[in-house]
C-alpha cells in the first residue's frame, strides 16, 4: 500500500477588537495600506497591494514607478468571512503563473473579537523550493509578522 503524505500547512492566527465586517475591510480592501513595504516581487519600490473585491479578481502589487506585479488571483470571495487566494509566488520570491498554492483568510467572531485564520497550503507544489519558502513563512516576519501588521492597522 502506498500512502501520499502531504506536509502542514503554514498556520498562522490573530484576534482584533473590531467586527468582522471591519476586519474583512481592512484586510482585503485596505492591503495596501498595511502589507509591508518590504514583502514585494516587482522591480520597482512597492507603492501598494491590490485584492479586487471578487472572485477571479487578481492580487497584486502597485511599484512607485506604476507598475504592475501579479501575486495571483482571488479563488474565492466570501465576505465578511472567508478569502481563498491563489499565490504564484515561488521559493525563489518571484512570480510563477504555473504554481498554484492557496491561502485562506477565515474571519470568525469570538466573545474579544474577530479571529482571523490564515492558512497557506499546498507549499510542497513549490518543488525543491518548499523548504525555503516555508521557512520565510513561519519566520518573525512571514505570515505572522504580516498578520501582526494587520492587526495594528484595524
Known amino acids: 500500500?502506498?500512502?501520499t503524505i502531504t506536509?502542514?500547512?503554514?498556520r498562522r492566527s490573530v484576534t482584533v477588537k473590531a467586527s468582522r465586517e471591519r476586519a474583512?475591510?481592512?484586510f482585503t480592501h485596505d492591503i495596501g495600506l498595511w502589507w509591508p513595504r518590504t514583502h514585494h516581487i516587482g522591480a520597482a519600490a512597492m507603492k501598494t497591494a491590490t485584492i479586487e473585491p471578487r472572485a477571479g479578481g487578481r492580487w497584486y502589487e502597485t511599484g512607485e514607478d506604476g507598475s504592475q506585479c501579479p501575486w495571483g488571483e482571488v479563488l474565492t470571495w466570501e465576505p465578511p468571512s472567508r478569502l481563498v487566494l491563489v499565490w504564484r509566488i515561488g521559493g525563489d520570491f518571484t512570480y510563477d503563473p504555473t504554481l498554484h498554492t492557496e491561502v485562506e483568510v477565515?474571519?470568525?467572531e469570538t466573545a474579544d473579537g474577530v479571529r482571523v485564520d490564515l492558512e497557506h497550503r499546498y507549499l510542497e507544489r513549490?518543488?525543491?523550493a518548499e523548504g525555503r519558502a516555508r521557512?520565510?513563512?513561519?519566520s518573525p516576519?512571514?505570515?505572522g509578522g504580516v498578520l501582526a501588521l494587520f492587526a495594528e492597522a484595524v
Not at 506536509?7 to 503554514?10: F, I, K, L, Q, T
Request: aromatic share 18%.
Open 141 to 143: 516576519n512571514g505570515w
Open 1 to 3: 500500500m502506498t500512502r
Open 24 to 26: 474583512w475591510a481592512v
Open 126 to 128: 513549490m518543488g525543491e
Open 106 to 108: 477565515v474571519f470568525t
Open 7 to 10: 506536509p502542514a500547512p503554514v
Open 135 to 138: 521557512a520565510a513563512f513561519e
